[in-house]
């Protein structure tokens, strides 16, 4: 069964940095679409950025353009989300969810498999 467990979330300053990782078991990270979403309190759920297996490549909202940066290692069938610079508006629950294929629309209804989610908060 595909299960995706996340991990990295925390307290940062504002201007700090954070890595998230997005652990997947049971499938191969070429054969699916990885995206990172996010949702803040009162607010729906929004996507961040996805990665494209077979052929790597990337996206990114504009909202995070410049800041955050997607990526993976297929040994370890992880797939990271670095995030720099961060602002208190990036505070939300982030997720990380998978689409058998390819996918390059970041909508919530597209994506069969989600992780529990870590929060990030920023703060001072």
């Known amino acids: 069964q595909v299960q995706l467990v996340e991990s990295g979330g925390g307290l940062v300053q504002p201007g700090g940095s954070l890595r998230l990782s997005c652990e997947a078991s049971?499938?191969?990270?070429?054969?699916?679409?990885i995206g990172w979403f996010r949702q803040a309190p009162g607010k729906e759920r929004e996507g961040v950025s996805w990665?494209?297996?077979?052929?790597?490549?990337?996206y990114y909202a504009e909202s995070v353009k410049g800041r955050f940066t997607i990526s993976r290692d297929n040994a370890k069938k992880t797939v990271f989300l670095q995030m720099n610079s961060l602002k208190p508006e990036d505070t939300a629950v982030y997720y990380c969810?998978?689409?058998?294929?390819?996918?390059?629309?970041?909508?919530?209804?597209?994506?069969?498999?989600w992780g529990q989610g870590t929060q990030v908060t920023v703060s001072s």
């Open positions: 990665l494209q297996g077979t052929y790597g490549r990337t």
């Open positions: 969810a998978a689409h058998l294929g390819i996918d390059y629309s970041l909508r919530v209804r597209n994506y069969e498999y």
């Open positions: 049971e499938f191969t990270l070429d054969d699916y679409t």
